[in-house]
């Protein structure tokens, strides 16, 4: 889990199946000594593992990942650079399946997008 330690989000706002917060990025944590030592990068896994932790938050239970149809890793995230960020999500909670597709933004720059399942 990375909430509270890699990551914090706040400002949480939910309109109907659309939700959306300001990721804030630990950028001492040592995740990003390894990755990459002196030029720190988010990593992709960082990413979806960000995603998976704040719609649990929004649901208030836990899930796991079904089925990723989409993941497109589409900027490099400086944590030195680009500490806060933003994630919006469309979450479908009708069924047993939770359809979700995600954007991490770096304001109007879309850094990741995700389409996929998790039950």
């Known amino acids: 889990m990375l909430l509270n330690d890699f990551f914090t989000f706040t400002d949480l706002e939910a309109e109907e199946n659309v939700v959306k917060a300001n990721i804030q990025l630990n950028a001492g944590h040592a995740i990003f000594q390894g990755h990459f030592p002196g030029q720190p990068i988010l990593p992709g896994v960082c990413m979806m593992q960000i995603v998976k932790e704040v719609v649990e938050s929004y649901l208030d239970k836990n899930i796991r990942l079904q089925k990723a149809n989409d993941l497109k890793f589409l900027s490099f995230v400086d944590p030195n650079q ?22 991490l933004l770096d304001n109007a720059t879309v850094l990741f997008k995700f389409i996929g399942v998790f039950i």
């Not at 680009?82 to 954007?103: F, H, M, Y």
Request: charged share 25%; net charge negative; hydrophobic share 30%.
């Open 82 to 103: 680009n500490s806060q960020i933003q994630i919006e999500l469309k979450i479908n909670t009708d069924g047993q399946q939770i359809p979700v597709e995600a954007r």
